[in-house]
């Protein structure tokens, strides 16, 4: 599991359903509300990392329950994707206004409600990674987006300046080229994973002569980030 966890609010049983099983295939864990009150004492008990909640809820609408969760110092850091039948501009409007990250009308495609739902996870945590981190002489700063070797700025493109991060921050550890996509594409999952070799040959080029050797193949699997010889 990805040991995120997934609120999903909606009074249909079926809609919950398409939605778990969709969770459950790319790694989630999820829990389940049929009204805006469940939904709020789960949240209170299990702080889940995101909450897909429908607009259109019995008793207390989803707007209604996203404006308490907003104004609560508790619950207002919680990303919130707000699920809607209503496609008119206004209430997409109204939904970002009480503080949803994103909103996504049905019908949706489970593919595209993971791609971002993703989006909006790898959002809110990349604002907290703000601290330079620096391997053996290679340095690379969020702040300002630099990266350098032995103090010498080195010229990337933004493709391998994400990768080059989320390498660093994940050091040592194999992943497979899907894997890379999730994380440092994200929403866009409609990308050949191919295109990944492409960046990945660009990223070590762009650390030569010293530090491309830290960006290693593993055959049949795909790449990590090591500075032990492979």
Known sequence: MSGKQVLIVDDEPAIREMIAVALEMADYDYLEAGDAREAHSIIIDNKPDLILLDWMLPGTSGIELARRLKRDQITSEIPLIMLTAKTEEDNKVRGLEVGADDYITKPFS???????????????????????????????????????????PLDMGPTEYRLLQFFM??????????????????????????????????????LEPDFSKLIQTVRGTGYRFSVKAS
Do not use: F, M
Not at 170 to 176: A, P
């Open 110 to 152: 489970p593919r595209e409600l993971v791609a971002r739902l993703k989006a909006v996870l790898r959002r809110t945590v990349a604002q907290g990674i703000e601290s330079p981190i620096e391997v053996d002489g290679l340095s690379l700063d969020p702040v300002c987006h630099r990266v350098s070797a032995n103090g010498e």
């Open 169 to 206: 921050t994940h050091q040592e550890r194999v992943y497979t080229r899907g894997q890379l996509l999730d994380q440092v594409w994200g929403g866009n999952v409609y990308v050949e994973e191919r295109t990944v070799d492409v960046h990945i040959r660009r990223l070590r080029k762009a």
